[in-house]
């Protein structure tokens, strides 16, 4: 029985951090100040999340990892996975020290340089925060940066955000990017896999996500989850399934302007609606959230 719940990292009521020094909110990321005490939070989590992935994880996250300077042993240095991130797909990775206005936060993506947080949560909150830190944002993301079809994708994200913005359509946007991103799955010749770094980073959701009876899985379809409201107060109610990682190809060259105008009007959708649309590949039983009510 789980007890915690572990997916706040984008408790986006948290709010940017402090403001910052920089008009593009980097920090240096502080390598050597690091303390052995925050280390040892990386190690507990990095090899507890190590043993967990394989068959979990699709093959890309596992490939993805497998080629970066990362290891056990400390916090990645963000100039080495820069180095070696930048080769692959030419992405960089850079320091930030929290969550940042979302306007900054697109201009990175759209020039492809991945903020990250800079600071480590505690050794007595391992499963539990508000906002996105090295381990989420490092361990989670990085590694299917190194795919050319994420590395596009979130570029693409990045660009059209600012433009959703302007159109007033930034939280049907952010919807794309929660449902694929940070909470997406996809079906690989072995099974469903994770690619979205909030479950991959995430030691009980990734379990939870492939294995637990109790979420929808149903299949990803752009305007369907443009209209889905999601959670960050506990694990997804729904989680929706590319049929192959290539799919995010069409999703990087789609043209959201005629998505916008179709959602100006219509339904939108709760976590955990099933509709008889919806390519359904799990009915889920709801179990977890039935026992778990939220929070008024
Ligand atoms: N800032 N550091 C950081 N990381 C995020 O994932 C992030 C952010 N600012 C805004 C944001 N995400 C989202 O609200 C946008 O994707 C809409
Ligand atoms: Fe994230």
């Given amino acids: 029985m789980e007890t915690s719940i572990d997916n706040r990292k984008h408790g986006l009521a948290a709010g940017p951090a402090a403001a910052p020094l920089r008009a593009d909110w980097t920090v240096d990321q502080g390598w050597a100040a690091y303390t052995l005490a ?18 979990l994880a699709c093959d890309a996250f596992v490939d993805g990892m497998n080629k970066l300077p990362m290891s056990a042993e400390r916090i990645p240095n963000f100039e080495e996975l820069s180095e070696t991130l930048h080769k692959a797909t030419g992405w960089q990775v850079v320091a930030v020290p929290g969550l940042v206005p979302d306007e900054v936060f697109f201009d990175h993506l759209a020039n492809r ?18 906002e996105p830190d090295v381990f989420h944002d490092v361990f989670g993301h990085v590694p299917m940066l190194m795919n050319p079809l994420m590395a596009d994708f979130i570029q693409a994200y ?45 030691f009980s959701e990734s379990r939870f996500s492939i294995q637990s009876d109790s979420p929808n899985r149903i299949a990803f379809d752009l305007e369907r989850v443009m209209r889905t409201h999601y959670r960050i107060d506990d694990f997804q109610e729904v989680y929706f399934v590319l049929d192959d990682l290539q799919d995010l190809l069409a999703l990087a060259n789609t043209e959201f302007a005629p998505y916008y105008e179709r959602l100006n009007s219509g339904p939108s959708y709760k976590p955990g609606d099933a509709l008889a649309t919806d390519k359904v590949m799990h009915r889920g039983t709801g179990s977890h959230h039935l026992a778990r009510p939220r929070k008024p």
């Fill in 38 to 55: 925050q280390h040892a939070v990386w190690k507990t989590l990095y090899e507890r999340q190590t043993r967990l992935l394989p068959g």
């Fill in 113 to 130: 340089r991945f903020p990250s947080g800079n600071f480590i949560r505690g050794a007595h909150e391992l499963d539990y925060l508000e």
């Fill in 158 to 202: 990045g660009k059209g955000g600012l433009r959703a913005q302007s159109l007033g359509k930034l939280t049907e946007l952010a919807r794309v990017y929660w449902y694929t991103v940070e909470f997406g799955l996809v079906q690989q010749q072995d099974g469903m896999r994770i690619y979205g770094a909030g479950i991959a980073s995430s």
